[in-house]
């Protein structure tokens, strides 16, 4: 299998313009035409998971964290990230990162974290803007039908559950055709008035090549006429942490449970809530204080996060309960998701999820 194959799946599977502006997912060692045959899938790239690797004659490393995060100017062995660079280099092993691209993706991190805790009717926290462009074209009426038709099967049309979504309106264009043309309708030198439709399209950024190419290649017309917009809409399937619903209230204390061991936590840090039971619950895996906010807002009972600074855990006062379950703990269970995504999508690989427990944190308890 080329580790280009690879690649494509996780960039359909998580875009990588849906990553955090500081974000450092994709392909950070190795070359897309190698040869793949046995991967190993850990939370975090480090020394020891290298070393996993190799024992296991892995040629390729999928971590949710990126082990570069910021530029390398040196390879000297001088720290761990240089040292796992240097080990990876030598040893012909390639590191993919899929991190805050997975986050914001229905199906990723956050979804696993809800498909744990039992939530139904589960939506995106914080929609992330950015990621929508509108097409607009023009052609005669008779081509109308067969022009969507090419841009609705690269993707094109895509609101929300529903496919195939376009607006028109006639109207009529004009044109006069240069010397040595083949216009589709009209005479080279005469101007020529055509009734035409006004097609309207959504389609996300990362599709803009494969929709522009099938617009060209469609259109009747020898030069096509479009425009492409950015949209300030947010695409309500991707963004920053999930919020939905227990089947049925819970008193705090018995979600702290169930919490605890669902994402086998071995603590919960907490704010006191009041004597109301719990039902509707945000969470965010990794760093998601900055989902606080938006939490209260949208009337969640909990947030299951992590990594909350002490004064942070006062900004709940009290209109939801905070349970910070640890970094590690609320996204350990990424590593079976990804797994288990790649032994669906290339049965032929060895896949391997990693044996070492990559957490920096301990508890004495």
Same mark, same amino acid.
């Given at each position: 299998?080329?580790?280009?194959?690879?690649?494509?799946?996780?960039?359909?599977?998580?875009?990588?313009?849906?990553?955090?502006?500081?974000?450092?997912?994709?392909?950070?060692?190795?070359?897309?035409?190698?040869?793949?045959?046995?991967?190993?899938?850990?939370?975090?790239?480090?020394?020891?998971?290298?070393?996993?690797?190799?024992?296991?004659?892995?040629?390729?490393?999928?971590?949710?964290?990126?082990?570069?995060?910021?530029?390398?100017?040196?390879?000297?062995?001088?720290?761990?990230?240089?040292?796992?660079?240097?080990?990876?280099?030598?040893?012909?092993?390639?590191?993919?990162?899929?991190?805050?691209?997975?986050?914001?993706?229905?199906?990723?991190?956050?979804?696993?974290?809800?498909?744990?805790?039992?939530?139904?009717?589960?939506?995106?926290?914080?929609?992330?803007?950015?990621?929508?462009?509108?097409?607009?074209?023009?052609?005669?009426?008779?081509?109308?039908?067969?022009?969507?038709?090419?841009?609705?099967?690269?993707?094109?049309?895509?609101?929300?559950?529903?496919?195939?979504?376009?607006?028109?309106?006639?109207?009529?264009?004009?044109?006069?055709?240069?010397?040595?043309?083949?216009?589709?309708?009209?005479?080279?030198?005469?101007?020529?008035?055509?009734?035409?439709?006004?097609?309207?399209?959504?389609?996300?950024?990362?599709?803009?090549?494969?929709?522009?190419?099938?617009?060209?290649?469609?259109?009747?017309?020898?030069?096509?006429?479009?425009?492409?917009?950015?949209?300030?809409?947010?695409?309500?399937?991707? @963004?920053?942490? !999930? #919020?939905?619903?227990?089947?049925?209230?819970?008193?705090? $204390?018995?979600?702290?449970? +169930? %919490?605890?061991?669902?994402?086998?936590?071995?603590?919960?840090?907490?704010?006191?809530?009041?004597?109301?039971?719990?039902?509707?619950?945000?969470?965010?895996?990794?760093?998601?204080?900055?989902?606080?906010?938006?939490?209260?807002?949208?009337?969640?009972?909990?947030?299951?996060?992590?990594?909350?600074?002490?004064?942070?855990?006062?900004?709940?006062? @009290?209109?939801? !309960? #905070?349970?910070?379950?640890?970094?590690?703990?609320?996204? $350990?269970?990424?590593?079976? +998701? %990804?797994?288990?995504?790649?032994?669906?999508?290339?049965?032929?690989?060895?896949?391997?999820?990693?044996?070492?427990?990559?957490?920096?944190?301990?508890?004495?308890?």
């Amino acid at each position: 299998m080329k580790l280009a194959a690879i690649t494509s799946y996780f960039e359909q599977l998580a875009p990588p313009n849906y990553q955090e502006d500081y974000d450092n997912s994709g392909l950070i060692v190795g070359d897309l035409e190698a040869d793949i045959s046995r991967v190993l899938v850990a939370l975090d790239c480090t020394e020891a998971v290298i070393d996993e690797a190799i024992a296991l004659r892995c040629g390729l490393i999928v971590a949710h964290h990126p082990i570069v995060f910021r530029g390398l100017k040196k390879l000297t062995g001088k720290n761990y990230v240089e040292r796992v660079v240097l080990k990876a280099i030598k040893n012909d092993i390639a590191l993919y990162a899929i991190h805050t691209n997975l986050d914001h993706v229905s199906g990723g991190v956050n979804s696993e974290i809800c498909r744990r805790l039992g939530l139904r009717d589960t939506r995106i926290l914080l929609p992330k803007a950015g990621l929508l462009k509108k097409i607009v074209t023009y052609c005669p009426e008779e081509a109308a039908e067969k022009v969507k038709d090419a841009l609705f099967a690269v993707g094109a049309g895509h609101i929300g559950q529903y496919s195939e979504c376009s607006f028109s309106v006639r109207g009529e264009g004009s044109f006069k055709a240069g010397e040595g043309t083949a216009p589709f309708v009209g005479t080279p030198g005469i101007r020529h008035n055509e009734p035409e439709q006004r097609i309207e399209l959504i389609y996300k950024v990362q599709d803009e090549r494969k929709i522009i190419s099938a617009l060209i290649e469609n259109h009747p017309y020898e030069e096509v006429a479009y425009d492409s917009y950015a949209l300030t809409n947010v695409h309500e399937g991707v @963004g920053a942490g !999930m #919020i939905g619903w227990l089947p049925e209230e819970m008193e705090a $204390q018995a979600f702290l449970k +169930l %919490l605890k061991e669902n994402m086998s936590a071995r603590v919960v840090r907490y704010t006191a809530f009041s004597d109301k039971p719990v039902k509707k619950i945000a969470v965010c895996g990794g760093s998601g204080s900055f989902l606080l906010k938006e939490a209260v807002a949208q009337g969640a009972h909990a947030f299951v996060t992590a990594d909350f600074k002490y004064h942070e855990f006062f900004d709940a006062e @009290g209109k939801l !309960m #905070i349970c910070d379950i640890g970094h590690y703990e609320s996204e $350990q269970f990424t590593t079976q +998701l %990804l797994a288990a995504g790649l032994e669906r999508e290339f049965p032929t690989l060895h896949i391997s999820s990693t044996q070492i427990n990559t957490n920096p944190v301990n508890y004495f308890v």
